[in-house]
């Protein structure tokens, strides 16, 4: 069976979200809760490294959607620092490198937050 | 034309994908292809699996027929009549906060596939799918 694994690693007031692995329909509330959890205990900036996801659906995408929505009210955001081809393909294919802010690697992320 | 039938629950989806999958690999798709294919096979199981049969239990049958340059795959339901491609497509330009999740996984599946068709026979829906490799 194929899962996703979730881990966060906080950079001062960022949380960096790895997300890795397969993370199909059933995956998903995996994600949620980790993000819920963060946003939940007040961190509002968060970096979305997807570097080793090799798959997502539109569950996936839903569940980011909902998550920037939220950060974004309270002046934060959810940037994405790096993702695998497939998650690129995806992303541009569905125009969501248009509305979510998306960078080639983590570091890259976190600076535009420290800018 | 192999063909399976699952029970309509979200613990038989990974069950079906494989099934899905299993059938593609004589077509030796790239990891891309296949990845997309799996995408576009999730989103309709999904949608059927949550919102074919409301008030009872219900099955979903999948035959697929892997030809040289292209698989076919056909997935049939009993459950309330739906049109997949009547589905209005997202408008993917704009914002963020005006952007509504309905109809997306419909709508990557119906961009990902070369060929979609519907119809409903018997009180069922047909719904036929088409990949072929990439150029």
Same mark, same amino acid.
């Given at each position: 069976?194929?899962? #996703?694994?979730?881990?966060?690693?906080?950079?001062?007031?960022?949380?960096? $979200?790895? $997300?890795?692995?397969?993370?199909?329909?059933?995956? #998903?509330?995996?994600?949620?809760? !980790?993000?819920?959890?963060?946003?939940?205990?007040?961190?509002?900036?968060?970096?979305?490294?997807?570097?080793?996801?090799?798959? $997502?659906?539109? !569950?996936?995408?839903?569940?980011?959607?909902?998550?920037?929505?939220?950060?974004?009210?309270?002046?934060?955001?959810?940037?994405?620092?790096?993702?695998?081809?497939? #998650?690129?393909?995806?992303?541009?294919?569905?125009?969501?490198?248009?509305?979510?802010?998306?960078?080639?690697?983590?570091?890259? !992320?976190?600076?535009?937050?420290? !800018? | 034309?192999?063909?399976?039938?699952?029970?309509?629950?979200?613990?038989?989806?990974?069950?079906?994908?494989?099934?899905?999958?299993?059938?593609?690999?004589?077509?030796?798709?790239?990891?891309?292809?296949?990845?997309?294919?799996?995408?576009?096979?999730?989103?309709?199981?999904?949608?059927?699996?949550?919102?074919?049969? &409301?008030?009872?239990?219900?099955?979903?049958?999948?035959?697929?027929?892997?030809?040289?340059?292209?698989?076919?795959?056909?997935?049939?339901?009993?459950?309330?009549?739906?049109? &997949?491609?009547?589905?209005?497509?997202? *408008?993917?330009?704009?914002?963020?906060?005006?952007?509504?999740?309905?109809?997306?996984?419909?709508?990557?599946?119906?961009?990902?596939?070369?060929?979609?068709?519907?119809?409903? *026979?018997?009180?069922?829906?047909?719904?036929?799918?088409?990949?072929?490799?990439?150029?």
């Amino acid at each position: 069976m194929k899962h #996703v694994e979730i881990t966060n690693q906080p950079k001062g007031k960022i949380e960096i $979200v790895k $997300v890795a692995g397969f993370m199909d329909m059933a995956e #998903v509330p995996k994600l949620e809760q !980790a993000l819920d959890a963060l946003i939940k205990e007040g961190t509002i900036r968060i970096v979305l490294d997807l570097t080793g996801l090799e798959y $997502v659906s539109s !569950a996936g995408l839903g569940a980011i959607i909902g998550r920037i929505r939220e950060v974004r009210r309270s002046g934060g955001d959810i940037k994405i620092g790096g993702y695998s081809e497939m #998650v690129y393909n995806i992303l541009e294919t569905f125009g969501f490198t248009q509305v979510f802010d998306t960078y080639t690697s983590r570091e890259e !992320a976190i600076q535009k937050f420290e !800018a | 034309m192999p063909k399976a039938v699952f029970p309509a629950e979200m613990k038989n989806l990974e069950s079906m994908i494989a099934f899905i999958r299993e059938g593609a690999e004589k077509l030796d798709f790239d990891k891309m292809t296949l990845s997309q294919l799996h995408l576009a096979c999730e989103e309709v199981l999904v949608n059927i699996i949550n919102y074919a049969y &409301p008030d009872k239990e219900g099955s979903i049958e999948i035959n697929c027929k892997p030809g040289q340059e292209q698989l076919r795959i056909e997935i049939v339901d009993s459950g309330i009549p739906f049109r &997949p491609l009547d589905i209005p497509e997202p *408008d993917i330009n704009l914002p963020l906060e005006e952007r509504s999740p309905g109809g997306l996984g419909i709508f990557m599946m119906r961009k990902i596939m070369d060929q979609v068709s519907y119809t409903r *026979d018997q009180g069922r829906n047909i719904l036929t799918m088409a990949k072929g490799k990439q150029p």
